[in-house]
């Protein structure tokens, strides 16, 4: 049977999303959904998602301080190609570094920084919170069924500058483009979260569960 492990490191509420992935998962068939801190159950998983909220430093730290965690979800990622799925800070630690609060190394994955939103209207206020339209920028497996004027649910201050435009899946419209979905190869990031976006999240959710890169 499949596994999907929700990496679990205490770095935000992870009960709406298991619940929304495995309510898909069953929909699919698309085996076990694990929340999981173990190295060990990571390195049987099948994918990875990554969830993450707060600041970027803060997110990083917890993640490192748990023994071996971090470069179990490396060799399943880059070392075993497991499909990977960031969500939030997640996603942004997919960098190569992030300039919240202080300059912090990202994952190096793919390669870019994460940086403050700076609207060009004065009046749009920071964090970005609330419903966006996206707009996709290039076809993905993870977005079947999924077209520019979806709805996401986004809550953050930062986003995702990436240094290789092939690297942007899909951005919204903020005072200016925001980045909404990243990806290479087998590993795929949202700045919004999906088990919050109802229809256009649950698809989501579905495509990655599905989807072999």
């Known amino acids: 049977m499949s596994l999907t492990v929700l990496v679990d490191y205490e770095s935000g509420n992870l009960h709406s999303a298991a619940k929304a992935f495995a309510h898909m998962a069953q929909d699919v068939g698309a085996g076990e959904i694990l929340v999981s801190a173990r190295p060990e159950d990571i390195a049987r998983a099948d994918r990875i998602v990554l969830p993450g909220d707060g600041a970027f430093p803060a997110c990083r730290v917890a993640l490192d301080s748990r023994s071996g965690l971090f470069e179990a979800i490396e060799d399943a990622v880059i070392a075993r190609a497991r499909p990977f799925l960031g969500i939030c800070i997640g996603m942004q630690m997919m960098a190569s570094r992030g300039l919240e609060y202080r300059e912090t190394a990202g994952f190096g994955w793919i390669p870019g920084q994460v940086e403050r939103i700076t609207p060009v209207d004065p009046t749009l206020k920071v964090p970005h919170m609330g419903w966006n339209d996206l707009v996709i920028d290039r076809a993905h497996p993870v977005l079947n069924g999924v077209e520019t004027g979806c709805h996401a649910y986004f809550v953050h201050s930062y986003h995702f500058r990436v240094a290789d435009p092939a ?30 976006s109802q229809a256009t999240g649950l698809r989501l959710i579905a495509n990655f569960l599905t989807w072999k890169p």
């Open 167 to 196: 690297h942007l899946v899909a951005h919204c419209d903020y005072g200016g483009p925001i980045t909404a979905i990243v990806g290479r190869d087998n590993m795929v990031g949202t700045q919004f979260h999906p088990e919050k």
